[in-house]
């Protein structure tokens, strides 16, 4: 009797067992295929990377040579805060996740990495979980910096962000991994955008330190939640700061296999009514799916979700093969900025100069041209004489904060900005914007060498006589 209670006991116990690990294999979720993301991204491939040093060597002795004289003596970096440092020239393409709270930003990047459930996965959570501004690097090994670190490294391309003060520093966060894809591109992840909190409650100034990075993002994901759309003053906001950079932004409708259908559908409609907020006039094209490495949920539309997956990797993979090309045209567009800026104060010095009189009072006579430019022509002489884009002028307004902390006779005349050694600083960024950078460009195999341009193409204007160079 004793001998068949104890088998009946042990029989239990088996049937137990076998009862928990089934119960236990059923609450994990089934992992999907990542040969789509790997062939896409081209994970697997064994060929080496491809040697831009050279024309990086050339790319930066062109912007030192050619467009930072101009840069700094009309002091281009007060009226953007942008400054360029050799760290930025050399850095890999930046992908920037932006979006509300607990919409997949940090999942989506451990997806697109394969770290869940390993020890470098960031962490996340149906609240708000993410409150620095996490950038992810390749590194030999897993290695967190911290943003004091970053900041203080000149080599890399975070050293500007010292401006933004310590607080904001406590705030950043760097982490190393030894990951294939982070060779060749650097993830940087953000704060959730949380509509009833203040500015002020960050301690430093959030949309100050998103415009930085959205200035050198090569690719920007807008990401959204279907189940909480909320959008506030603080999403418009963000989206005000990415006029200019429609090119780069790819908005996200994440986790879409968590919706029926027609809520899908009603949702997706929702997006239409985001163009006016990103200064477009077609509605912007929307990725619908679920970025996180489970299976779909049933009875969801997965051909479809699995398709634009595969078109955003194929955009993520077009600006990593293409990170050379947008470095050269990102220095271009810089040149041709400061080009245009550095033409504008010549022309508010030559007005002041031509309407300065010996009893004059200089400080009124520049209230009055500073106050209306256009009583005085001068962004339309500029539009003139050198066909430059009425698009690319900067704001008026801009130039009367510029103007208030740099006085108008601290600085030089184009036309003596020249030397018998250096020659003029506008025909050397000139020739930077027409020859050199399209040459650059050409030579790292985009097919025929691009011929000069001409200034009826760039704006070029016209160019002061170098008094020190002979005939």
Request: some cysteine.
């Amino acid at each position: 009797m004793k001998r068949l209670n104890l088998l009946c006991c042990c029989v239990a116990s088996l049937l137990l067992l076998g009862t928990a690990e089934e119960v236990e294999d059923a609450s994990e979720p089934t992992k999907r295929d990542r040969s789509h993301l790997e062939n896409t991204l081209k994970l697997n491939e064994d060929k080496p990377a491809d040697d831009f040093s050279g024309v990086l060597q050339r790319l930066r002795k062109i912007y030192h040579a050619s467009i930072k004289p101009l840069e700094q003596s009309y002091r281009y970096n007060e009226l953007r805060q942008h400054e360029i440092t050799d760290g930025e020239i050399t850095s890999k393409p930046m992908v920037l996740f932006l979006g509300p709270w607990s919409v997949g930003k940090s999942s989506m990047i451990n997806y697109l990495l394969g770290l869940d459930d390993t020890p470098y996965q960031l962490y996340t959570g149906a609240g708000p979980t993410t409150s620095e501004f996490t950038v992810i690097m390749h590194g030999p090994k897993l290695k967190t910096i911290e943003g004091i670190v970053m900041a203080a490294d000149s080599a890399r391309s975070f050293s500007p962000l010292k401006k933004f003060g310590q607080n904001f520093l406590e705030k950043l966060i760097g982490i190393e991994l030894p990951h294939k894809l982070l060779e060749r591109v650097t993830f940087v992840d953000t704060p959730g955008i949380i509509e009833n909190r203040k500015q002020q409650e960050r301690g430093y100034p959030f949309n100050d330190v998103c415009q930085w990075f959205i200035d050198r993002a090569d690719l920007i994901f807008v990401v959204f939640d279907p189940t909480k759309l909320d959008v506030g003053l603080e999403l418009e906001m963000l989206f005000r700061q990415l006029k200019g950079r429609e090119s780069q932004i790819r908005i996200i409708l994440n986790k879409a296999d968590s919706l029926a259908t027609q809520e899908l559908m009603r949702v997706y409609g929702l997006f239409w009514s985001l163009a006016p907020l990103i200064n477009v006039t077609e509605p912007p094209r929307v990725y619908v799916s679920s970025f996180w490495p489970h299976e779909y949920h049933p009875d969801t539309h997965k051909d479809l979700f699995l398709k634009e997956e595969i078109s955003l990797l194929e955009d993520l993979n077009q600006v990593i093969e293409n990170r050379m090309e947008n470095k050269i045209a990102f220095i271009r567009q810089h040149a041709i900025r400061v080009r245009i800026h550095a033409l504008l104060v010549d022309r508010y010095l030559q007005t002041y100069k031509d309407k300065m009189t010996f009893f004059s009072d200089g400080e009124l006579v520049f209230r009055d041209i500073v106050e209306d430019p256009d009583k005085f022509f001068i962004f339309k002489s500029i539009l003139a004489k050198t066909n430059v884009s009425k698009f690319d002028l900067p704001q008026r307004e801009a130039y009367k904060d510029f103007f208030g902390i740099n006085p108008i006779t601290s600085f030089k005349l184009l036309s003596q900005q020249c030397s018998y050694m250096g020659g003029c600083y506008l025909e050397k960024i000139e020739k930077a914007i027409t020859r050199e950078l399209p040459d650059l460009l050409g030579s790292i195999g985009l097919g025929k060498k691009p011929n000069v341009l001409s200034c009826d193409v760039t704006g070029c204007g016209e160019t002061p006589k170098n008094r020190y160079k002979k005939p």
